[in-house]
Structure formats: C-alpha cells, structure tokens
DNA sequence: AAATTATGTCAGTACTATTGACGTAATTTC
DNA sequence: GAAATTACGTCAATAGTACTGACATAATTT
C-alpha cells in the first residue's frame, strides 16, 4: 500500500551486508541449518502426535538416564508447568517411566522404555545422518573443528550441562559436587 | 510413583551414546548452541513485544529489500496467516514498509525503514559478536570449513535460497581483526 | 511440630503457528 | 470484453508450546 497516513520511514533499498560489521552469512546459515535439521524428527512426531517439546524430553531422558525432574527442567529451561503436559503424554504412552528416587522418595528418577528408546533413536536417526552427510569430506580433524564451534557457541555457564553427558569426552569427569 | 496399572516397560538404565551409531555429540551440541544463539536477540525483542517470528521477518526484509510477501512465505515455510500478524505489527510500528510492485501492482514490495534496519542490526549483533568468539583462535580457512558445515546441513532443494543473498562469498573481506 | 524440598496440578494467559473460507484488486487467458 | 487466475489481505476457529501464580501432597530436614 503506497497510501500511508501516519509518517511513515522512507524505503531502504539497498541490503544489509557483513560490511556492516555483522556476520550476516553465518547468523543466516545457521537459522537455515537448524529450521532443517529439526524438520526431519518434527515429521516424524507428528505420527505420534508429539511436538518438539517431547523429542527434547525424550533426547535427554535416553542421554541421562535417571535424572530427576528438576534436573530435566534445569537442561530445558522451561518452566515446571510445560514439562507437565509433555512429560505425563510420555508417561501415558509408556515411553518414559518414573522410579521413586532411591535416596530421596521425594525425587522421581526418569527413564526410557525400551519403547522410548527406540523413538529415540528413530527420531535421532535422521539427524545423525545429514550431520554425517554433511562432515562426508571432513576428517577428524575437520570434525572436531565443528565441535568447538558448537561449544563455543553455548553461553560458558551453561557448558557443564554438556559435559555431564557420559562417554564422549575423555577426562572431563568433574564428578557431583 | 513406582505403582503402575497398566503393563509399563521396564526402565533402560544405560543412557544411549554414540555407540549406537548416532551422533548424539553433535546432535546436542547443535541443540544447546541455536538455544543460546537465539536468546540474545530473545531478549531484545521481548522490549518491543516482538516475538522471534518478527525477528526473521525484520531479517529477511532487511537481507533482501524489495521482496515479495509470497517469497518471504517461501524462505520462511510458514503460511499467509501466520505472516499477516507479524507482519502487520512490523508495518504499523513503522519497521516495514509495502511499495507497490513495479511491474505488477499486486505485489507488495517489502523494504525495511530506517527504524526496522537499526533494530535487525542491533538484533544481530549479540548473534554476531557470539560468532565471532566461537571463531576468535579460527583463521580465514576454518571459518569457511564451518559455513560448508551448515551450508551442507541444508536440504539442497533449499539452498538456492541462501545464495539469492547478495555479496556474501568470492573476496569477502571479512574486514578488520 | 515446623519448615523446607520435590513434585504435581489448576487456572488463566500469550505467542506462534495451523486450516479453511472469503474478498478485492490486478493480470492473464480465451 | 468476460472469465479465470494470481497476489494479497482478513476473518474465524483451533492447536502447541510456552509463561506466571497459586495451591496440594508427600517426604525430608530442622
């Protein structure tokens, strides 16, 4: 509309750049990168009639098995009440299970079926294969480069939640306080 | 709550690894690394009452002056419906602006105003200066090693979308530092 | 016994997205 | 020139994921 009747800014018709001192290419390929890799196990969600919101509980309840609620609220960074829904849809279905904690009654320890460890993976699958297609002229050297971009790319205070994650790395035990 | 009614699978106990044949390191890497990366302008988009969805419109507005309502649906998959909002909230605060298209006057030419290009770079400028740490040890050769990496991390029918982006490769003189 | 902790749940809200339907103006086709 | 198509805008209804605040329960700690 060409009729405007509040003071409008005037068009701007030249494009932004990294001459504007902004990584433009990267911050661009990274939103492309990642709108598609996540579109692969989006699809296959919607089968079950599971959102984003289940892979990432069902990611982390196959990549630490046992952890507690709160340590799962932690990771994700949501809120008590989003988890609710989301984790009882998991439960219901059976792919998640819940154990009393053993120490703590008070605390439920979280695990995968073998149910949920299949969507797990199946979910995974998919993923793991264009990182792989995608590193297929890289070597090791080349793969670890990317890790450390990654890594690097992760607020500093929030990289210990990384670590926790068992095998992998080598010595990065710095066991529970 | 350890009491089950209905036949539950038992809980794996072994979290899932690499050994599976899935990439599980960089598949969470990738997870934590767009969490953090989309915060930063999060946060600045929450002073406006914007949402991220307003975020990719400003950016895409700005990376391509001129384009079209049916070619920014196309980059960013989403419907008319979910645009028109944004899209309208973008318009009326004065950071987008329609021309009629030139040579068809259904068009509505997208343009950024002055107002809606200050706030796309303020948005990516947390973003870039993130980019630019993560690469702070990497040299000219690793930095276009990581852009293959999530230029291959994109469906190929898709990439023709990253190269309509004017500039971008051949010299680029990723200026100072 | 009282306070704290871990978890669950209810009510209400917001944002981003969806599909379907309809309207309008401009262009293309017959 | 009439009809069909295209580009865009808008209305209504719905869903998924998130939020805040409040309250309940059971277990543990003080």
Known sequence: MTDRSHPAGKPIRTAVTDEDGIDFAIIELFFFAYRDFTSDPDQILSDYGFGRAHHR??????????????????????????????????????????LQGPRDRRQRELYPTAKGRALALALARPQSRRIHAALEDFGATERALIERFLEAMVNPELRAQIDIVPAKMSG??????
Chains 1, 2 share one sequence.
């Open 57 to 98: 509980v069902l990611h982390f309840v196959n990549r630490r098995p046992g952890l507690t609620v709160a340590e799962l609220l932690d990771v994700l960074k949501i809120t008590k009440q989003s988890l609710a829904r989301v984790l009882k849809q998991l439960i219901d279905t059976d792919h998640v299970v819940q």
């Open 172 to 177: 990065k035990s710095h066991g529970d306080h």
